[in-house]
């Protein structure tokens, strides 16, 4: 009998070990697991922030493009390579495109000058290309508006990323035209034009216009067209006169300082085309 209560007793002490040492491993296990949570948990809900913020904060891709200094518009008529009419928020616009200049295709009192009407044509396929969708962007050393209230715009396409203008120049479509004063991208369009023509490009070739010789001095000065396209005169640059003398006789017989329709007296000292000799 002894023996038995001694053996049933070791029986339940070794029991009581066993659920002992369960029970302890259990409250030490659920320790470990909710602590080995919360790294866990916080980690996710901070990359949840980080991704949510970055989400907001982040440009897409096609906003990182959109080119901050420029306006979007539709180019609803091309009048010729230099010259285009766009809509800006449902009103007509003509735009006169800075630094470039294209041989004459339009002015009715004019002969169809040398690469014209190839110039004209490159400019049209060109646009329809691009969807007509282009941007424009200003330079304020040109002033807003020539005589004829045409705005002075640098035109670009691409989502604002390529020059149409220095592409006229590198192809030989158009010459770098500087009206008056240095304007933005003057180095640029400069070089543009010196390469083309040393690689006899377009309007530079040997062989356009039938062997017609092309200088630059021999270009017009910007088409004279109002958005309807009805000619409303010639427009008068420094480059028409040889001397500064010839320039300021001309300057004075349009007004002066008073009145200056062609622009010649850029600093409005009185002056006109200090530049010149």
Do not use: H
Request: charged content about 25%.
């Amino acid at each position: 009998m002894n023996r038995f209560n001694t053996k049933l007793k070791f029986i339940s002490t070794g029991m009581a070990l066993i659920l002992f040492t369960i029970f302890i491993t259990g409250i030490f296990g659920e320790k470990t697991k909710i602590n080995s949570k919360k790294p866990a948990e916080v980690k996710t809900a901070q990359t949840k922030i980080n991704s949510s913020s970055q989400a907001v904060d982040s440009p897409t891709p096609s906003q990182s493009l959109v080119p901050y200094d420029k306006q979007a518009v539709t180019v609803i008529k091309v009048v010729d390579g230099d010259t285009i009419a766009v809509s800006i928020n449902g009103q007509n616009e003509t735009i006169r495109i800075i630094g470039i200049n294209t041989p004459e295709t339009v002015d009715p009192r004019k002969t169809v000058e040398c690469f014209g009407i190839e110039a004209s044509n490159k400019a049209k396929k060109y646009f329809k290309d691009m969807k007509y969708k282009v941007w424009l962007e200003e330079d304020p050393t040109q002033g807003d508006r020539d005589k004829y209230q045409r705005l002075l715009r640098y035109v670009f396409t691409d989502n604002g990323q390529t020059d149409y203008g220095l592409m006229m120049i590198s192809e030989g479509f158009a010459y770098e035209y500087t009206y008056d004063t240095t304007y933005k991208y003057q180095t640029e369009y400069k070089n543009a034009r010196q390469d083309a023509e040393n690689k006899r490009l377009g309007l530079w070739a040997d062989d356009a216009c039938a062997g017609q010789k092309v200088s630059a001095d021999s270009v017009s000065s910007s088409p004279s067209q109002n958005f309807s396209g009805e000619s409303i005169g010639e427009d008068k640059d420094c480059s028409d006169f040889k001397t500064q003398k010839e320039a300021q006789a001309y300057f004075i017989s349009k007004g002066g300082p008073a009145s200056d329709p062609d622009r010649l007296d850029s600093d409005k000292d009185g002056v006109a085309c200090e530049s010149l000799p």
